[in-house]
């Protein structure tokens, strides 16, 4: 066998090899059923025998060499329309641009809203989304102390008041409020998150955490 042949022989067999180590990737035969990949982060789509009706998403992420699961109500590729601006000028926040991601450098966070405009279950959720990813619970990625918190005095509460004037490097705001958009902006360090209805809410708090763990690029 000359040398010309036995060339064309290794250059077939790489050529096989390649095929097959591209097929095995986008085979992936590790991910199940209802897995897919987004922007190189693994997505599992969920139900809950309490909604048996409502479709969740969860994104797997590796800090530290430690797996975090991240439930979301919406699917990441639903909320690439929502616009985030200005996340990079707060001071409370670090943009670690190695991995698009951000660090929260404020000791403590508040997630407030106007307790005469926002009411119901809703609410929570959007709130809960962020607490779930910045708080110091279990699931807790940050590990931050996370308040819920009025932008105006209720009668008969006593949770506390909190603004976005009250928004420091060291004090976290994020405002949570209805509008005529659904988007994430800053107003100096204070991010406000908005949405038409309550269902778009909860849409802006997924696409600011999704903004905010680096899985949706700005």
């Excluded at 660090?103 to 959720?125: E, M, Q």
């Excluded at 607490?131 to 279990?138: A, D, H, M, P």
């Excluded at 991010?191 to 997924?206: A, K």
Aim: aromatic share 8%.
């Amino acid at each position: 066998m000359n040398e010309q042949k036995r060339m064309n022989i290794l250059l077939a067999f790489l050529f096989v090899m390649l095929i097959v180590a591209v097929f095995l990737i986008i085979a992936d035969p590790t991910k199940k059923p209802n897995q897919f990949i987004y922007n190189g982060f693994v997505i599992t789509r969920f139900r809950l025998p309490s909604a048996p009706d409502v479709t969740f998403h969860s994104v797997d992420l590796f800090v530290s060499n430690k797996q975090y699961n991240i439930p979301l109500r919406n699917n990441p590729q639903d909320l690439e329309s929502i616009r985030v601006s200005g996340l990079d000028k707060v001071s409370w926040l670090s943009l670690i641009k190695e991995s698009d991601n951000y660090d929260v450098k404020a000791d403590r966070v508040y997630i407030t809203f106007n307790p005469t405009k926002l009411v119901g279950g809703d609410v929570v959720i959007a709130g809960g989304e962020i607490v779930r990813v910045l708080g110091s619970g279990q699931g807790g990625i940050y590990k931050k102390q996370v308040s819920a918190a009025f932008t105006q005095q209720l009668n008969g509460s006593s949770t506390q008041v909190k603004d976005c004037q009250d928004a420091s490097s060291d004090t976290g705001i994020i405002r949570l409020e209805l509008g005529e958009d659904n988007r994430v902006y800053a107003e100096g360090d204070c991010v406000i998150i908005e949405g038409q209805t309550y269902s778009d809410l909860i849409r802006s708090s997924d696409r600011f955490l999704l903004a905010l763990l680096g899985v949706i690029n700005l």
